[in-house]
């Protein structure tokens, strides 16, 4: 897999505001973001597109996934609703070619728009 943005902002070559962290995944604030609230999820363990995540590795996306939730609950918007996205390849809107995960909320689902 190829050095990506991602790689830099995790190891701190460029600045985020990164909101979570632990051994598994990173997770920052969008630089443009879609919604009042929109966080990255990004894990530790490098696999460009979701197609290239083999089942004995599952639980990755299990984790970014889990994470979000506890974060929109940590953050307070639970209740309220939010959106988790992951695209795929370029048709699928993936510019970035490390998994992650977007988190969208603070507005209800209209009002934001299509997520990236």
Request: net charge negative; glycine share 8%; proline share 6%.
């Amino acid at each position: 897999m190829s050095e990506t943005i991602f790689h830099k902002i995790r190891r701190g070559e460029i600045p985020a505001d990164i909101v979570f962290e632990d051994e598994h995944l990173f997770a920052f604030r969008d630089i443009a973001p879609q919604a009042p609230v929109h966080v990255l999820f990004v894990p530790k363990t490098d696999f460009a597109t979701l197609n290239d995540v083999p089942d004995e590795q599952a639980i990755v996306v299990g984790r970014l996934a889990t994470a979000a939730a506890r974060y929109a609950q940590a953050e307070g918007f639970a209740e309220d609703g939010y959106r988790i996205v992951m695209n795929c390849n370029g048709d699928g809107g993936q510019t970035v070619f490390q998994i992650h995960l977007h988190l969208l909320a603070g507005a209800p689902l209209g009002r934001f728009g299509t997520p990236v």
